[in-house]
C-alpha cells in the first residue's frame, strides 16, 4: 500500500506540465523585459527608483538614474536591474568589501567573489549591457530563462527577481508634505 502512495505521488509530480511554478506568476516574454515608459515618463522612474531604493537604505538609491539610462539604453525594463540587485545582495547591503557588486556579477559557483566594479555606475552599465547581450539576445525570453544561466536555479531566482520587480512597480514615494499636519 506505501509503495502505491510513492508511485501515486511520483506519477502526479511527473503529470504536471513542464516548468510550471505553482503560485508563480509565469514572467512576461522578452518584449515584456523590454525598455517601456509609461505615463510616470523617465523622470517619475528615476524618483520612484530612487525612493524605493532609499527605502531600503541601499547604497544604491543616489543612482537611480543611472538605472533608467541603461534600461534604455539596452531596451530593457527599467526595473530588472535593480531588481536582481534586491535579490542578490538586498540592494547592494551585502557585498564582497569594496566591490561595488550588488548583482553578484561573475560570481561562479563554489567561488566567494566576482567582479569588482569602480563605482556602481559602472556595474549598473556593465551588468545592464551583459543581461541584454548575453541573455535576452541569446534567446532567453523571460526571468526565469535568465536565471536558469545567471544562477542555475531559475524558478527561485526568478521568482525573488519577480518580486522585486513587482515591489518597485507598485512603490509609493512617501511625500511629507503629504504628511504634514496643520494644528
Known amino acids: 500500500m506505501k509503495n502505491l502512495a510513492v508511485i501515486t505521488f511520483i506519477f502526479m509530480l511527473l503529470a504536471l506540465p513542464a516548468g510550471q511554478a505553482s503560485a508563480v506568476e509565469v514572467a512576461a516574454p522578452a518584449a515584456a523585459l523590454a525598455y517601456r515608459s509609461k505615463d510616470i515618463g523617465a ?21 537611480a538614474q543611472a538605472f533608467i539610462d541603461e534600461a534604455e539604453r539596452n531596451n530593457l525594463d527599467w526595473r530588472l536591474v535593480a531588481a ?8 547592494g547591503k551585502h557585498i564582497p568589501t569594496g566591490s561595488n557588486n550588488a548583482w553578484g556579477w561573475g560570481v561562479f559557483t563554489g567561488t566567494q567573489s566576482g567582479f569588482n566594479f569602480k563605482d556602481w555606475a559602472e556595474g549598473i552599465a556593465v551588468v545592464s549591457e551583459g543581461l541584454r547581450k548575453n541573455y ?29 520587480i513587482n515591489q518597485i512597480e507598485s512603490f509609493v514615494p512617501s ?4 504628511l504634514a499636519v496643520t494644528i
Open 136 to 164: 535576452l539576445d541569446r534567446g532567453a525570453s523571460t526571468i526565469y530563462d535568465i536565471g536558469w544561466i545567471y544562477a542555475a536555479n531559475g524558478n527561485s531566482w526568478g521568482s525573488h527577481v519577480q518580486f522585486f
Open 175 to 178: 511625500t511629507p508634505d503629504l
Open 84 to 91: 536582481i540587485a534586491g535579490a542578490e545582495s538586498t540592494f
Open 43 to 63: 523622470g517619475g522612474h528615476v524618483e520612484q527608483l530612487r525612493s524605493f531604493l532609499a527605502s531600503h537604505n541601499s547604497p544604491l538609491a543616489g543612482d
